[in-house]
Every structure is written in C-alpha cells, then in structure tokens.
C-alpha cells in the first residue's frame, strides 16, 4: 500500500493509537518497535479492541483484510505525517534548545491560541514518533500548528524537519545538555543548528535570542531573522525583568505597549521565554491586551518551576529535567530569593558522558558560594562530592530524611534530572 493509499484510509479514521491501552475504537494502530517491546505483538488485541486498521512491519498469522503491512511502521507514521503536513499552508512553528524549550512552547501557545486556532505538541511528546503524532492529530481548522523538537544527537532535527516543515524556528539556547549523544557543546550548537539550516533553505523565518551572540551567528545566512532581547541589546521586542521575588514580572520597552505583565512564573531565567512568546504574538498580529492575558494566565504543571504552599513551607518543585546550564541557573535565581530558610535538595544530572563527574563538581562549587540552612543531594553522580552535605542514593531515600525534619516557614528548590524523580523526595 502506498502512502496515498494510506492517508485516504487515515482522513477516514484520523485518530492514530500505538498503545493498545490506549486504544478507542476506529482508532488506527500502528505497531511500532522499542527495545524493549514490539507493537506487532498487539495486533490481534488491537482488532479486538475496535482498531479500525492496524499498520504492522511483521508478518502476521491474522487472516483480516484490516492488516496493512508494509516496510517498516516508524517511518510509515512519519510519511503519513509529511503527507497531512503538505495540505495545510500556515504558519508551522519550530522550537529546540537545551533548556526552556517546553515552557516556551507552551507561553507561545497560550499566547497564539487567545487569537487563533492553535495546534501544538502535548507535554514533551517532541521525538521522532511524538512529532509525527502531533501533527497528524491537526485538523482543518488550524491556523497555527507550534511543534517542540527535541533532540539528543546530531541530525535528528534535520531528520524532523522533513516531515514538520517548519515555516518559523527559535533556538531557545544551547547549554550543556546531552553532551553525550551531540558530543560536547560545538555538537549541540551543530545539532540544533539543524533547524536554522533547514529554515535557511526554505526561506522560512528565524527567531532569535540576540542577547546570545551565538545564536546571531548561527542565523547568519538567513535575511529574514527576528529578534528579541534583554535591555541592553537592539532587538525587535525587548523586555525587562521588573520584578523577581516570587514570581517574574516582565515590562516590554519596546516591540509592543506592555508595562507589566505579571506571570506566574518562578525564576528571571524565564525572561527569554516569556519575551519569545510576546515576539512571536507581534508577528502574527496579537493584541497586546490578548498577549498580557494570556501569559498572567498560564500556569506551569508537570514539575516545571512549579511553586507550591505546603505545610507552611514555599516549594520550588523544577524536577522535570536538569543540565548543568539550567542547575545553575535554578541555583542562582534560588539564592536571590528572599528567605533566610533555605534548603536545596538537587539530583544527579545524566547524559553527559566524559564530562559528568567535572559538571557535578562545578555545581558542588556553586552552592559552596551561598549559605544554606540544608543541602541535599541525590544520586550517584554525587556519591564522591557530598563532603559535608546530605547525601542519598536515591529520591525515596531522601524521602525519609525530609519528612523527619517537619520543616516549617522554609523555602525549597528540588531540581533534578528526570530519571532522579526528585518529587518523591517531598513525600
């Protein structure tokens, strides 16, 4: 069956399945394959669960006329997803970047969506099979489609860009993530750079942080780039932070008539993320009025700076994901915060290969240059490093030290990679 074939059976049933737990009836099931798993497995239950057709790579004993075989499932998902992606002519926006990538991706949504039917990448699903089901979960009455990219070596944003076919593209920053995989920081500028290449050559729009000259650089080329920026530089929105004791306020100075906009926010190292999102709201013509509205509203979940009241203590709950670029950032903001109860509990950072054991010193460094009522910290990266410190294994081993100290009035940052789950840490 060819990919034609395919995409008229998908505008039948365009809702895609590659979990069959997950799975409601006339869905379409596409068996893909992990290390750990083979979709190909799950096509007899798939059937008996309502899937209308199930897309397989293997050969199947199931006599159903419902059984699409072909090459290979990853790349017919993506194919499919290049074809649905042909039929729309709007703005396709790109983000990636090592940190801040996630929240931005959902203040630009938040701000696009007060004006447009906006379509975007739920939670962190911004992989190779994430991208493809995002798009094909767009319908026809998009305006604006907003996809996060995410990436851990070289070629694999050129690779989305295929099928995505971006319009538009911001490269939060480059830090020190995934230096194992892009292999050290040149890799990941060059990794990600990806993206700015495939904009280049399709003459679509590049938007930039122009307070990194890095990322001036890596646009060079491009004679459509838009920017944004702190104070001190000439960008086409600039904004300042007005105020940061507990949650961000930012005044735009130029690029939009926005005085404040009070967010709910932890941390000045958001100020990038918000000004990205008031930048791409000028370009597509939303209101200044819609854009302070939606960014005051907008709350952030899923362990992403999140602060929270509990048990009389002020939490910092940032344990989504952690690098050395985004710990000390959390780490410095931490220490500006008022408060003289402080207590850091940070795990381990992972992915960064021959430079791990170096980063996790750089950070024991940090923290030694502020006082502290109590640091914690978790996992092996730390085992060597802890000297005076509280040290655990693991998150539920830290667990029981916290709930024994009953603290009261106290101010907490939990900031970790996510395989660290440093939220169970707070009980």
Known sequence: MNINELYNIYLQHPYIQTDTRKLKSGDIYFALKGDNFNGNNFAKMALESG????????????????????????????????????????????????????????????????????????????????????????KQDAEMA??????????????????????????????????????????????????????????????????????????????SIITYGSENKNADVVGVIKNDEQFLEVGITKGATINSIKTQLVGGYNLPNVLAAVCIGKIFGVTDEKIIDALESYVPSNSRSQLLKKDGNIIILDAYNANPSSMKLAIENFAKMPGDNKILMLGGMMELGEESHQEHINIVSLIKQYNWKHVVLVGEQFASLHESFNYFKTSSAAREWYAAQQFSDATILVKGSRSMQMEKALD
């Open 146 to 223: 907003v996809i996060e990219m995410g990436a851990n070596h070289q070629k694999e944003i050129e690779g989305y860009c295929k099928y995505a076919m971006p319009t538009h593209g911001m490269i939060t920053n480059c830090g020190k993530a995934h230096l194992e995989g892009f292999g050290g920081e040149a890799g990941v500028r060059k990794g990600k750079g990806e993206l700015f290449d495939y904009l280049k050559s399709v003459h679509g729009k590049i938007v930039i942080y122009n307070d990194y000259d890095y990322l001036l650089e890596m646009s060079k080329g491009s004679n």
């Open 51 to 138: 899937a209308s057709f199930c897309v397989v790579d293997e050969e199947t004993s199931i006599d159903d006329n419902r059984i699409i075989k072909v090459e290979e499932v990853l790349t017919t998902l993506q194919a499919l997803a290049k074809k649905h992606r042909e039929q729309f002519d709007i703005p396709f926006i790109a983000i990636t970047g090592s940190n801040g990538k996630t929240t931005t991706k959902e203040l630009i949504h938040s701000v696009l969506s007060s004006t447009y039917k906006t379509y975007t990448t739920e939670g962190n699903l911004n992989n190779h099979i994430g991208i493809p089901l995002t798009i094909l979960k767009i």
